[in-house]
């Protein structure tokens, strides 16, 4: 069964403590990784697409990597606007549906 | 502007009554989802459709209903048949081209 884990659950960080968010999974033909934020009440924003293993992608001070079992989201010297809950998804199978990670509620304190 | 756009924002159901949400992109995707959302949950799968008059049950189809007669639109039923309808619920789209998913708002359900 296809499926997405990300860790841990909640972090909470102080303002610019950098750190590291995981997303693993085990999917059978993975077409794309996928990372949102959300905020609360609102739909998941895009950040980043990945697709092969190796790849790395960066905004402001946001970078997703990918190995051929998981995906880090490393935020570096976060700020409190990061505050927010981040979803992993992948795109995969044959009928490409695209399945989401439980999220981690990231807190950063001022 | 190109999005996709849900309504209502928030609804109220009696329980025993069906209730229909609202999903219309104007991105000319061709793949639209619904998820439901609850708390320490994430987003789960209800029903996805790839194409026109085509769709896919996903995890948790149980008790909701969709459509897919125009590219632009996927409604959503969810019926008397749904023990526990209060959630958040999410539509996307994307395009099938292995590029990323366009979110709606939301529609916050609440059963009274």
């Known amino acids: 069964e296809d499926q997405v884990t990300q860790s841990p659950e909640a972090l909470r960080l102080q303002e610019g403590e950098s750190s590291s968010l995981n997303c693993s999974y085990t999917?059978?033909?993975?077409?794309?990784l996928f990372w949102y934020r959300q905020d609360p009440g609102k739909g998941p924003e895009f950040l980043f697409t990945?697709?092969?293993a190796g790849e790395e992608k960066e905004k402001e001070r946001l970078k997703a990597t990918l190995t051929k079992k998981e995906s880090f989201l490393h935020i570096t010297a976060p700020k409190p606007e990061d505050s927010a809950t981040y979803l992993c998804?992948?795109?995969?199978?044959?009928?490409?549906?695209?399945?989401f990670g439980k999220g981690t509620r990231l807190h950063i304190l001022p | 502007d190109g999005g996709i756009t849900q309504s209502p924002k928030y609804l109220f159901r009696k329980e025993g009554q069906n209730v229909t949400l609202s999903c219309e992109q104007n991105?000319?995707?061709?793949?639209m989802y619904w998820y439901r959302q609850d708390p320490g949950q994430g987003l789960r799968l209800i029903y996805y459709?790839?194409?026109?008059?085509?769709?896919q049950k996903g995890d948790i189809a149980e008790g909701y209903s969709v459509s897919r007669e125009k590219k632009e639109s996927f409604p959503l039923t969810v019926t008397s048949a749904q023990k526990n309808p209060t959630a958040f619920y999410l539509c996307?789209?994307?395009?099938?081209?292995?590029?990323?998913?366009?979110f709606g708002q939301g529609t916050r359900l609440t059963v009274v």
């Open positions: 996307a789209s994307t395009d099938n081209l292995n590029t990323e998913a366009f």
């Open positions: 999917v059978s033909g993975l077409r794309g």
């Open positions: 990945l697709y092969s």
């Open positions: 998804a992948v795109q995969a199978g044959r009928d490409d549906k695209i399945i």
């Open positions: 991105l000319n995707h061709d793949a």
């Open positions: 459709s790839q194409i026109v008059n085509d769709f």
